[in-house]
């Protein structure tokens, strides 16, 4: 099957089995590594990149689902190359990582996590379904739940997610 897809602001024409994951797509027929495969059943969040703008994981998600669509993975986090992201500099100002494995999903899963909450979305941990939500431990930990750390980084990785949302607010406001 041919099938175009955009990735990072780049079209890319593959021919692809109609069964391959898009995580397959971005990591063997395109190289784009950065997006990792952990458990390969949804369970891990390692492969969490975005769709859209949604948090998706890419080894549940065909590569055909995905024509037509604009994703975006940790190597397209950076803003055009223009350094890091807020969220990818918070992640190493608070030590959000220890062995690695699992960043670029928290960083792509904190993207999307944070701009749901910019969109009043609320989640289990929400005390009412009108936002806005306070940035709490437990709203942070409920929405990033379905990513896994092994190496058990998760109050730094609060914290990054903390300091990255203190950011993009003060950049709003100057802007």
Not at 83 to 103: I, K, P
């Amino acid at each position: 099957m041919h099938i175009t897809l955009d990735i990072n602001g780049d079209s890319h024409r593959l021919e692809l089995d109609t069964r391959t994951t898009l995580l397959d797509a971005l990591r063997l027929h395109l190289g784009l590594t950065g997006t990792k495969k952990g458990c390969d059943h949804g369970q891990c969040g390692a492969c969490t990149v975005l769709m859209d703008g949604r948090r998706v994981n890419a080894c549940l998600t065909l590569a055909c689902m995905a024509q037509g669509r604009s994703v975006t993975t940790i190597e397209g986090m950076s803003g055009n190359g223009n350094g890091l992201s807020a969220l990818q500099r918070a992640f190493l100002e608070h030590d959000g990582f220890q062995c690695g494995y699992c960043t670029p999903g928290q960083i792509c899963s904190a993207t999307g996590m944070l701009e749901e909450l910019r969109e009043g979305w609320p989640s289990h941990a929400s005390a009412s379904l009108d936002g806005p939500f306070p940035l709490s431990h437990a709203e942070i930990a409920e929405r990033m739940s379905g990513n896994l750390c092994r190496c058990a980084a998760y109050s730094n990785i609060v914290d990054a997610i903390r300091a990255a949302a203190g950011d993009a607010d003060q950049q709003e406001d100057a802007a």
